[in-house]
């Protein structure tokens, strides 16, 4: 059992950062692939990103390639997400999500879920 809780949200300009934490809970923490998925006003949640239990091995959508970042410190079982040159169509809440099956974070059939952080981007 992975309980996750996201924190790190916000208003931000256009062309702004912002860092997405996600910590999670449980001795197996370490051996779950961790992901990062999206949900904006009136539409349907989408991917954003997804690294391996190691961290080595990272997957982003087209839409966030070269601007967002995943990575994970598995000792304080916590995974971030890195948002650079943020645009307005960013603007989700942003939710976490962790799996023992590394496709099922891409596909959004994850065993885990936390509760979502809100971003905001102004242009």
């Known amino acids: 059992q992975v309980q996750l809780v996201e924190s790190g949200g916000g208003l931000v300009q256009a062309g702004g950062s912002l860092k997405l934490s996600c910590a999670g809970s449980?001795?197996?923490?370490?051996?779950?692939?961790m992901g990062w998925f999206r949900q904006a006003p009136g539409k349907e949640r989408e991917f954003v990103a997804a690294c391996t239990w190691s961290g080595f091995s990272t997957y982003y959508a087209d839409s966030v390639k070269g601007r967002f970042t995943i990575s994970r410190d598995n000792s304080k079982n916590t995974v971030y997400l890195q948002m650079n040159s943020l645009k307005p169509e960013d603007t989700a809440v942003y939710y976490c999500?962790?799996?023992?099956?590394?496709?099922?974070?891409?596909?959004?059939?994850?065993?885990?879920w936390g509760q979502g952080t809100q971003v905001t981007v102004s242009s």
């Open positions: 449980g001795p197996t923490f370490g051996r779950y692939a």
């Open positions: 999500n962790a799996d023992d099956i590394y496709s099922h974070l891409i596909s959004g059939e994850s065993d885990y």
